[in-house]
């Protein structure tokens, strides 16, 4: 059965810095995989999805990468601000209209 | 102009009481869900509609019933709460069923609580 982890659970960074968010699944038999940004009393927002062909999606500071034979995917955030505070999720799917979501990384950017 | 909206946001209720869940989306799409999210932060999909249809059931007790009137509504509703229904119950829609390709968008979520 899928299984994905995030590491680590928590992170604080002081503006400015570039920071890495790891996500790991034990399938690599996926269809794709989400990266979500999760905000307090707030519903899930897609950030980027990258299809088990792709390698990589960007969009403005996010870079996210994907390694599906290690069953690896990095979120990249350049530049970090303190909007950028929230739960990040990754997800994958695997079979037809199934998403697993790991537990999270919640970050903490200090102004 | 909210896309995908839920009601109520926080739910208090006692044990063995029934309760509803709804939730709208003004997008225009065909698919909706039902997640919930437990104590570890972990999402897991209950149900999934397209188009009023039921595509999507995993294994949850039967004493929970999605209703969808109309492919922009789609209701939660859980019978004979026990404790281990408390939980953050999510609602999300997309363009179509096919998840490899399309984007999800959710809801703020509700926040059960059984006493």
């Known amino acids: 059965k899928q299984e994905v982890t995030q590491i680590p659970a928590a992170l604080s960074v002081p503006e400015g810095e570039n920071l890495v968010l790891n996500c790991s699944f034990t399938?690599?038999?996926?269809?794709?995989l989400q990266w979500f940004r999760q905000d307090p009393g707030k519903g899930l927002t897609s950030l980027l999805l990258?299809?088990?062909?792709?390698r990589e999606q960007t969009s403005g500071r996010l870079n996210a990468s994907l390694d599906k034979s290690s069953g690896r995917s990095t979120l990249y955030i350049a530049a970090s601000q303190p909007g950028d505070s929230a739960t990040y999720l990754c997800?994958?799917?695997?079979?037809?209209?199934?998403?697993?979501f790991g537990t999270g990384t919640r970050l903490t950017v200090i102004p | 102009d909210t896309a995908v909206s839920q009601t109520p946001k926080y739910l208090v209720t006692q044990m063995g009481n029934d309760k509803s869940i709804k939730c709208e989306q003004n997008?225009?799409?065909?698919?909706m869900y039902w997640y919930k999210q437990d104590s570890k932060k972990f999402l897991k999909i209950m149900f999934s509609?397209?188009?009023?249809?039921?595509?999507i059931n995993e294994t949850v007790p039967n004493r929970f019933s999605p209703k969808s009137p109309d492919k922009a509504h789609l209701n939660l509703h859980i019978n004979s709460l026990e404790l281990g229904d408390s939980a953050v119950y999510f609602c999300a829609s997309s363009h179509n069923r096919d998840l490899s390709t399309d984007t999800q968008y959710f809801g703020p979520g509700t926040r059960l609580t059984v006493l």
């Open positions: 509609y397209n188009n009023k249809e039921l595509i």
């Open positions: 399938d690599s038999a996926i269809y794709n």
């Open positions: 997008l225009g799409h065909d698919t």
């Open positions: 997800a994958v799917q695997t079979g037809a209209n199934n998403l697993f």
């Open positions: 990258i299809q088990s062909s792709q």
